[in-house]
């Protein structure tokens, strides 16, 4: 059974850096591609970036690029997103996604069992 757990969220300063972990068990982690998305109250999940299992392909979504990094340690079975500069719009739950879409524009969703219960990131402006 696959287990993805965040860890990582808080609260931060407009300008200030966090760094999420996603730690994943059940699966074959160094084969698997991973994402993060992130959601606000009232609006839909949005992808936030996905990482390939090789590291080959990785791609963010507009708002963040140049701010965000995703990276992985697959002897660790964890992916990571830090982020700086961060922003007030940045302020939404964020969850780590087990087969994510790699890119922004791709609508298929990742079945229930692939998600973890997301991680609180609160930016004060």
């Known amino acids: 059974q696959v287990q993805v757990a965040e860890s990582g969220g808080g609260l931060v300063q407009a300008g200030g850096s966090l760094r999420l972990s996603c730690e994943v068990s059940?699966?074959?982690?160094?084969?698997?591609?991973m994402g993060w998305y992130r959601q606000a109250p009232g609006k839909k999940r949005e992808f936030v970036a996905a990482?390939?299992?090789?590291?080959?392909?990785?791609n963010y979504h507009g708002n963040v690029k140049g701010r965000f990094t995703i990276s992985r340690n697959n002897a660790k079975n964890t992916v990571y997103l830090q982020m700086n500069n961060l922003k007030h719009e940045d302020t939404p739950i964020y969850y780590c996604?087990?087969?994510?879409?790699?890119?922004?524009?791709?609508?298929?969703?990742?079945?229930?069992?692939?998600w973890g219960r997301g991680t609180t990131v609160t930016v004060s402006s």
């Open positions: 059940g699966r074959t982690f160094n084969r698997d591609d």
């Open positions: 996604v087990v087969a994510p879409p790699l890119a922004p524009d791709i609508t298929y969703i990742p079945s229930d069992k692939l």
């Open positions: 990482m390939s299992w090789s590291g080959s392909i990785i």
